[in-house]
């Protein structure tokens, strides 16, 4: 079984929604993504999304267009985040960890040398952004001969038509934008978010996460009642673009933790599924 | 003008039906964008689709052209150009001549008015050198809409006279300070707020790039240019011409001019892109000729790209040329043999600006300037009875402090 699929098995044993943090990788620098996995991890992480930086980052808020822009100058590139990635499955062969990012870099690797590289790194599941179901026949073949699960986005402006397509071929769970617009812009309406994850239930048994909007631990706790996941992104790259860059990975390991508090107060709200 | 049909073709048509019904040129364009944008684009795919096929919609663009843009635009034998050359008949089609002095014109005039059928009350666009952003605003000053132009901070500070331009046409100009801050960055920055604000906006693509419908739409809207030719040029010089020539950035004038003579096989089509410093130097624009393909701004095409597949930043004097892709009908074209793509460097280009200007009496626009300046090395290589058809896409009004400041001159 994939780390991913035991993941949300023993997750769902307990009741629990995962907790998934996104970060992007090589922010503040490459030298430093070992240690910001550890510390997601030792403060909560279920699944870590790990962000891979582009020059440009179309879907993005201008909180990750910048943590981009950080890595970039740093010097981040693909092949050093699939060798970082490696390197922490050395000490971490549990966490499941999902690459997200834009299609450039990787068509520039090739679709197979990455599905390839990928898998002998440890990566569980890889979610290209600009990548939608009907340009994804390649991809997910690629992924799927790597035994590697391809995650696809669904939005509030989703057509039943296209919930279909995206059930038809995403493994793993697939990502729930939460709102309209670009990564960290302004609060959900968690009851729409629950009634669209009906809807998305209905023609799927894949885990539904839920990212996009989630700023503070109560919204993660209201959340993390009706979702199999939680994605915080924007408010732990702030933290992380605060901090001087060797305090980075505490500082986001423990704005985390505030999040991981919400999810387990979320247990006892969580009517058994 | 009196439009029409020409009578005789030295060959016949070949038939040409690309884009495919998802947007796709061979292994190029598509729609590759976010899944928070797709209703966006699967609403204007089927509002463009009516207009399209739409008798009264065509109706009323064509009316427009005429009335407010000015068409048809004339075609006009450079003869002392020619002469001086001492080889092929010049021609260029004045695309100069139209309202704001541009092609770009044709392309916001058609999605103005598919934006109006849609009851859209918010355009929004980006821009480079600006002339799409005073394009834009005009149409929406035209029609009563709100507009708002991005444009990198970059090229604001370079363009200054563009930005007023569009402010006097009651345009919110946002200056883009993310990226290279330059036209790559405000095209990031307009599908980001189209995203967020699409139930009102409708975002008009300034060139033949993006997601599908838009390599097709701004290619039939700016069509007009070369629909005209195939019956300006057997009118004025008997027959269809040899080549014709048009300055490749994103590609929106030359795919205007090149896509009604695609089935045409005696009509050579030839793209010139910006070899900027040279592209040895690395200091260039020229995607087709030394980039290679890959996805950006939702489609896949050639790109300018480093070895970890992002995305370079471009040089060339002309600031319309300056974008690191290229449409996706291009890249097809370019691999299918349909057309081929040359470079002409920043001092090639000036050269061929100051030889119209003195020859013609005609100030190009520096990005047609470089179509010109391929006209002026093929056209002495080819016989006098040969016909070599030149998009003259604008003029170089707006250029006047870049080529001085090139002449060693401030004004």
């Given amino acids: 079984m994939s780390r991913i699929a035991a993941t949300f098995d023993r997750l769902r044993a307990v009741r629990r929604a995962a907790l998934v943090p996104f970060v992007t990788a090589g922010d503040p620098s490459p030298a430093h993504i070992p240690g910001m996995l550890r510390s997601l991890v030792a403060n909560g992480a279920d699944v870590i999304e790990l962000g891979v930086p582009f020059s440009d980052p179309m879907a993005d808020g201008p909180t990750i267009q910048r943590a981009s822009e950080r890595a970039l100058r740093a010097g981040t590139g693909l092949a050093m985040i699939l060798d970082a990635v490696k390197q922490y499955r050395r000490e971490d062969d549990n966490t499941p960890i999902v690459l997200m990012g834009y299609a450039n870099p990787i068509e520039h690797m090739g679709v197979a040398a990455f599905a390839g590289r990928a898998k002998e790194s440890g990566v569980d599941g890889v979610l290209v952004v600009d990548y939608p179901p009907e340009e994804s026949g390649a991809w997910v073949e690629a992924l799927g001969a790597a035994g590697i699960d391809p995650i696809f986005l669904l939005s509030p402006t989703s057509s039943q038509a296209r919930i279909d397509l995206v059930a038809r071929l995403a493994k793993g769970y697939i990502y729930y934008v939460s709102l309209k617009g670009v990564t960290g812009a302004a609060n959900i309406d968690t009851a729409d978010v629950e009634r669209m994850l009906a809807r998305i239930r209905g023609r799927t048994s894949v885990p539904v996460g839920v990212g996009f909007g989630i700023r503070d631990p109560e919204t993660a706790r209201a959340i993390a009642r009706f979702a199999d996941a939680v994605v915080i992104g924007s408010r732990i790259v702030e933290e992380i673009e605060r901090a001087e860059p060797d305090q980075a990975a505490q500082r986001a390991g423990a704005v985390l933790a505030t999040f991981r508090a919400g999810v387990d107060a979320a247990v006892g709200d969580r009517a058994s599924r | ?411």
């Fill in chain 2, 1 to 411: 003008m009196q439009m029409r049909v020409p009578v005789a073709e030295p060959r016949s048509p070949v038939a040409y039906d690309m884009p495919d019904a998802t947007g796709h040129f061979g292994p190029y364009g598509g729609t590759f964008v976010a899944e928070t944008l797709q209703a966006a684009l699967e609403e204007l795919r089927d509002a463009y689709a009516a207009c399209r096929a739409d008798p009264a919609f065509q109706a009323e663009l064509a009316y427009e052209l005429e009335h407010y843009v000015g068409r048809p635009s004339p075609v006009y034998h450079a003869k002392r150009l020619s002469d001086e050359l001492g080889g092929a008949q010049v021609y260029l089609k004045r695309e100069d001549l139209n309202h704001t002095g541009a092609h770009k014109v044709n392309n916001t005039m058609g999605q103005a008015l598919v934006a109006r059928r849609m009851g859209k009350p918010r355009v929004i666009a980006e821009t480079g050198a600006g002339q799409h952003g005073v394009a834009a605003a005009t149409v929406a000053a035209r029609y009563g809409m709100e507009c708002v132009v991005y444009m990198g901070t970059e090229d604001v500070a370079r363009q200054a006279q563009n930005v007023y331009r569009m402010k006097l046409l009651g345009a919110t100009v946002v200056p883009v300070t993310s990226g290279s801050r330059t036209l790559k960055d405000a095209l990031n920055e307009a599908m980001r707020d189209w995203v967020t604000n699409v139930a009102n906006t409708f975002y008009i693509i300034g060139t033949v790039a993006g997601p599908h419908p838009y390599p097709m739409m701004v290619r039939d809207f700016n069509a007009i240019v070369g629909k005209e030719c195939l019956v300006q040029m057997p009118a004025l010089a008997g027959r269809q011409p040899d080549y014709v020539l048009a300055c490749v950035g994103g590609g929106s004038n030359a795919m205007g001019i090149f896509h009604p003579y695609i089935p045409h096989p005696g009509v050579k089509l030839v793209g010139v892109e910006a070899g900027g410093l040279g592209i040895a130097t690395g200091r260039h624009a020229a995607t087709l000729s030394a980039g290679s393909p890959g996805v950006l701004h939702g489609n896949r095409t050639y790109l300018m790209q480093d070895a970890d597949g992002q995305i370079l930043e471009t040089h060339s004097i002309s600031a319309g040329l300056d974008y690191p892709g290229v449409g996706p009908e291009h890249a097809w074209l370019k691999d299918s043999g349909r057309a081929s793509y040359v470079s002409v460097t920043d001092d090639e280009a000036l050269a061929a600006f100051h030889t119209l200007c003195r020859t013609e009496g005609i100030i190009p626009a520096l990005e047609s300037s470089h179509a010109v300046a391929h006209a002026m090395r093929l056209a002495p290589t080819l016989g006098r009875d040969r016909i070599v058809l030149v998009n003259l896409s604008g003029r170089g009004d707006k250029d006047m402090h870049t080529v001085a400041k090139a002449s060693g001159l401030s004004l």
